[in-house]
């Protein structure tokens, strides 16, 4: 039994295919493929279709890690200084159009990303670092 089945919107997954290839889907969407590696992470910041998924501000302020996808099927992931949810979802809402989703993965004072080379994003609400991790 995957957790979905007690909180279908609150969870997302992120998959694996036979090829290599991530994705993002809601855990309600997922069957038990035998063809997918996945784990189970959220909420989703951003749900799919670029539509915020979050709607109030809670001001609980972590560091975070986000992994999101575009419409074009470009994965990026983010390490996000201290932050609430709604600036995140606000701000990816705002900076990146071409979003599809955004999960957000666990948190806390350990969330890091370490990268030979990154993108700074500019600084508007949160201070973000960028990093694409597999193009279409």
Same mark, same amino acid.
């Given at each position: 039994?995957?957790?979905?089945?007690?909180?279908?919107?609150?969870?997302?997954?992120?998959?694996?295919?036979?090829?290599?290839?991530?994705?993002?889907?809601?855990?309600? #969407?997922?069957?038990? #493929?035998?063809?997918?590696?996945? $784990?189970?992470?959220?909420?989703?910041?951003?749900?799919?279709?670029?539509?915020?998924?979050?709607? /109030?501000?809670?001001?609980?302020?972590? /560091?975070?890690?986000?992994?999101?996808?575009?419409?074009?099927?470009?994965?990026?992931?983010?390490?996000?200084?201290?932050? #609430?949810?709604?600036?995140?979802?606000?701000?990816?809402?705002?900076?990146?159009? /071409?979003? #599809?989703?955004?999960?957000?993965?666990?948190?806390?004072?350990?969330?890091?990303?370490?990268?030979?080379? $990154?993108?700074?994003?500019?600084?508007?609400?949160?201070? $973000?670092?960028?990093? /694409?991790?597999?193009?279409?």
């Amino acid at each position: 039994m995957l957790v979905h089945e007690r909180v279908p919107k609150l969870s997302g997954m992120v998959c694996c295919n036979k090829q290599g290839k991530l994705f993002l889907q809601w855990a309600k #969407d997922i069957e038990d #493929d035998v063809n997918l590696d996945f $784990f189970q992470a959220g909420p989703f910041i951003i749900d799919p279709g670029h539509q915020k998924g979050i709607k /109030k501000q809670v001001n609980r302020r972590f /560091k975070r890690i986000v992994l999101a996808n575009t419409l074009e099927g470009d994965i990026y992931i983010f390490a996000i200084g201290a932050a #609430d949810l709604m600036e995140i979802c606000s701000y990816l809402y705002d900076f990146m159009p /071409k979003l #599809d989703r955004a999960l957000n993965l666990d948190g806390g004072p350990s969330a890091m990303l370490v990268t030979p080379s $990154f993108k700074q994003l500019p600084e508007k609400a949160v201070p $973000f670092i960028l990093q /694409k991790i597999q193009s279409q």
